[in-house]
């Protein structure tokens, strides 16, 4: 059976709920910033609960 299409918009939206640990690092001249594990972007501040850009729920458990 082929999931509709409403059945994997839940489960997408169910994996941003979910908390994925931050644990990249990109570094600059002058600052670091934390990486968003799922769409890569930089964060501007440390410790966000969720992704600016693709509103992932962010784990800071590696910090
Ligand atoms: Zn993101």
């Given at each position: 059976m082929?999931p509709?299409g409403?059945?994997?918009?839940?489960?997408?939206a169910?994996?941003?709920?979910?908390?994925l640990?931050?644990?990249?690092?990109?570094?600059?001249?002058d600052?670091?910033y934390?990486?968003?594990?799922?769409c890569?972007?930089?964060?501007p501040?440390?410790?966000?609960?969720?992704?600016d850009r693709?509103?992932?729920?962010?784990?800071?458990?590696?910090?």
């Amino acid at each position: 059976m082929k999931p509709s299409g409403a059945v994997r918009a839940f489960f997408l939206a169910a994996s941003y709920r979910s908390v994925l640990q931050v644990t990249q690092i990109r570094d600059f001249p002058d600052e670091s910033y934390a990486v968003c594990p799922r769409c890569r972007t930089t964060l501007p501040r440390e410790y966000m609960r969720y992704c600016d850009r693709c509103g992932q729920c962010l784990g800071w458990e590696r910090f």
